[in-house]
């Protein structure tokens, strides 16, 4: 049987990879201004082959399923991307591993298991790089709230996640739009916005908007 708080990190993995495959044409959009080439293409068809083989993960308990989509995403998507994102699920599910229901604290325990993860697989990488720039903001602001009142409800938090990752999206965008990115990533590059950061915040985004219940789904 699966319990609310593992049914809401199904949703919320099945939104963020239903999200990376529908924006495909906007990330990809995004590469060819900033020159990371891949980060769109490889994102979408990882996450698709995620969706295409999901109802053969056992999705009864959370560190598996976040192991399963770990190794699926480093076996089958090339590119920087696979080994990040796949790294990434992977700290996450070491954070949730033998739990059997799931709290708020885990649910950062497995954001910042991912930013680490992140950071590293993503040195050598722009948009994996900027990722972390809404990621990190976006997870201290969920544990902000949920320290003020644990009983926040699930689509308040998402909200709360949302917000936070777009502020940082634009402040990333803005402050590259003043400076010029290769001060910001010691690349010779044009100022503009990152997919990184954009992506985060979009996935945030379409997580809070759709969330079970929901006065927006």
Known sequence: M???????????????????????????????????????????????IVLADWDSFD????????????????KRVGG??????????????????????LTGEDAVAML???????????????????LLDALVPMTDAIAERLAADPATP?????????GAARAAADATTSMQARRGRASYTGERSVGSPDAGAVAVAVMAERVAQTWPGSASS
């Open 112 to 130: 910042r298991g991912a930013a680490e993860g992140i950071k590293k697989r993503g040195n050598s990488d722009v948009g994996d790089k900027t």
């Open 2 to 48: 699966t319990s609310p708080s593992s049914a809401n990190l199904e949703f919320v993995v099945r939104t963020i990879a239903q999200t990376a495959v529908d924006n495909e044409r906007a990330f990809g959009e995004l590469d060819a201004v900033v020159g990371d080439g891949d980060f769109g293409y490889s994102l979408a068809r990882g996450f698709e």
């Open 154 to 162: 699930a689509p308040e938090v998402a909200k709360v996640a949302a």
């Open 80 to 101: 920087t991307s696979g080994p990040l994102w796949g790294t990434a699920f992977l700290r996450a599910s070491a954070a949730v591993k033998g739990k059997t229901e």
């Open 59 to 74: 999705r009864t308990e959370a560190s598996g399923l976040l192991q399963k989509i770990a190794l699926t995403i480093s």
